[in-house]
Structure formats: C-alpha cells, structure tokens
C-alpha cells in the first residue's frame, strides 16, 4: 500500500493547483451526492475525551471502504498544537486490502471547504459579493477561497477573539482580488453580508451570531457545530431559516438541530443536501429567503476526497510504498513472516 504524507500531499496539490483540486473535488461531491442511496452511511462514532472529542467516520459503496480519524481539543492551541488533526485510509472492497493511508488534516480542510462552497453555491444568491468569516482559525481561508470559486466575492468581513489568528488570517488572504475588512466584533463583521460563514472551535453552547444581526436574504454557513453541546447560532434564527444538512442522523446530534427532537427535526428541516444536488427540492426560492447550511461533517466528504486524491496520486506518482500488508507465498502461512 502507499503512504501519503503532508511533503506528499503539498507537492500533488502545487502541481496540480489548488484551484484545480477544489473544483475537481467540488464535482466529485456533487457525483457522490448524487448517489446518495449507493453509500452505506452511519453516523460518526464519537468518544467524549477531558478537553475534546476522537471520532471515526466509516463509510463505503461497493467499490470502496473508507474511513477518517479525526479529533477536536479546542485547548491545543494553548500548547501550541492545531486544534483538530486527522488520519484517513482507503481500501478494495472486493478484497478488503488497504490501497493507500493518508494524512487527512489538509484533506479535511479542503474537503469542508469544497462542500461549503457546493452548498453555498446551490444556497446563496447569486449576487451575493460580500462574504463574512467568524473564526480566522486553520479552516478560514480555505473557506474563502473556495466559496470564492462559486460567487463573485468583492469583500471579506472577518473577526475572530484571538487578535493573532486575523492576524495570519489577514497575512494569507493580502493580495487577493477582494478588500479585506478587519471587523471589531462579530456584529461588526456581518454587518451587511451576504454570506455568513461561522467556524468556531469552542465546545459549548455560544451565541456567536445573534438573530438580529440576519437580515433578510442571508446564506449562513454554520460550520463550526460538530459535536453534541457544540453550537454557534442562537437558536431563535433556526426558526427564520431554510435548513439544508448534510445527513439527518448525524446532524440532529451533532449541529445547530441539535435544540430540537427528531420529529421536529423531521418537521422543520428542509432537506439533505443530497436532495438539494439531486434536484428534487429547490435551493434558494426567494431572494428574501434566510438559507442556512448546517454542517457537521460526514464521511461521505472524506469518501469523495480520499478517491479523488488516490486518482491524481497515479496520475503524477506520488506516495510511498510500505509493506504494511503481508506479501505470502502461501496466504495461510502467517507465520514465514516471522521465520
């Protein structure tokens, strides 16, 4: 099998341009998406740890198994470690054999980005040009830059609490083709946006955007709600919005629906985003409709990035090889590998 490492991965993305990447990865979302009932999709097993969260997400059709391991200790930072990182393989079906086993923490940050972008582009107006970001943290310009691939972004609004975060933040995104404007409160950042994208890590109830602040019209993006006890939106804004989520089992546990029980869930939740790709529910109806993608993350995602990354690593040869898997004369005689 072969190993794919961050050095690994860097240098496949530069060759083939990010741009390239996301927009092919956008459309390999739209294909997996679109068959939806081919996957054997379960919600995340999650253990709640002293300070975070281990997940493993598994998924597969009849070609492919994958499966991601993924954290959230929001504290790292503090110690000078990212706040969630993440490991990922693919395997045969049809033999049950590891193909290649991945770094996932960049794959993971593209792949939120691709289906935020996906959802923002289906969602959002289409002349939506001022998008704002709430949590600068490792996720943020990846969001930007993909979104921007799908709406004519002019300018970004952003905040964060940490001072040093929009500092990098605003660092990576100079010279890019929109005004930056570098907000003093969340308030501050919405203020006459068309897209809100909130990503926060803090593991708790919080109010980061206020019913208030939504004005009529408004796509948000709520990414940063993934865990039980974890979400961003005050919930009075649930009751204004047309809900998308990506899987309904996963995200009435885990996302801003979290608030409701599963028959209100049922009742006031729009739609998968499957239906939505598929067209068998409309997107954005109205251009006074407040939309609101909520996302948590599926492994469906990790699936489209995992196949779509082991295509270009046989098209520019990248990877290492490891015997992770024994290599037998006879199959049945484990055991020659120790003699």
Avoid at 154 to 164: G, H, L, S
Avoid at 178 to 204: H, Q
Avoid at 228 to 235: A, D, I, S, W
Wanted: charged residues 25%.
């Amino acid at each position: 099998m072969k190993i794919l490492s961050v050095e690994a991965l860097s240098g496949l993305i530069r060759a083939h341009g990010i741009e390239n990447y996301l927009r092919d990865l956008m459309s390999k979302l739209e294909q997996d998406f679109a068959r939806w009932e081919e996957f054997n999709i379960i919600p995340r097993p999650a253990m709640h740890v002293p300070g975070g969260v281990l997940e493993l997400m598994p998924v597969c059709d009849s070609t492919y198994y994958t499966f991601k391991y993924v954290n959230c200790h929001p504290k790292n930072p503090d110690t000078g470690l990212m706040t969630v990182v993440a490991t990922g393989q693919l395997s045969e079906i049809s033999t049950g054999y590891p193909l290649f086993f991945s770094e996932m923490t960049v794959l993971t940050a593209l792949r939120t980005a691709a289906t935020t972008a996906l959802a923002t582009k289906h969602l959002s107006r289409k002349d939506s040009h001022v998008l704002a970001i709430i949590g600068t943290g490792a996720q943020s310009e990846f969001l930007v830059k993909a979104i921007g691939l799908v709406r004519d972004i002019t300018e970004v609004r952003f905040f964060d609490i940490d001072p040093k975060a929009m500092d990098k933040f605003e660092s990576n995104c100079d010279g890019k083709p929109f005004a930056l404007f570098r907000a003093g409160s969340v308030a501050e950042a919405v203020a006459g946006a068309d897209i809100i994208t909130t990503c926060t890590a803090c593991k708790a109830h919080v109010d980061v955007l206020k019913n208030d602040w939504v004005k009529d019209g408004v796509h948000i993006n709520g990414i940063g709600g993934d865990c039980p006890g974890k979400t961003e939106l005050e919930v009075s804004i649930l009751s204004r919005a047309k809900i998308v989520v990506e899987y309904f089992d996963q995200s009435i546990i885990e996302g801003e629906v979290q608030r409701w029980t599963k028959e209100e869930g049922k009742k006031n939740i729009y739609g998968e985003l499957y239906e939505i790709i598929r067209g068998e529910k409309a997107g954005r109806t109205d251009a006074k409709d407040i939309t609101l993608y909520d996302s948590v993350g599926i492994a469906l995602e990790d699936y489209s990035v995992l196949t779509l990354t082991y295509e270009l690593m046989q098209r520019y040869g990248v990877g290492m090889d490891v015997g992770c898997t024994p290599e037998l004369h006879d199959p049945k005689n484990l055991m020659s590998v120790l003699m």
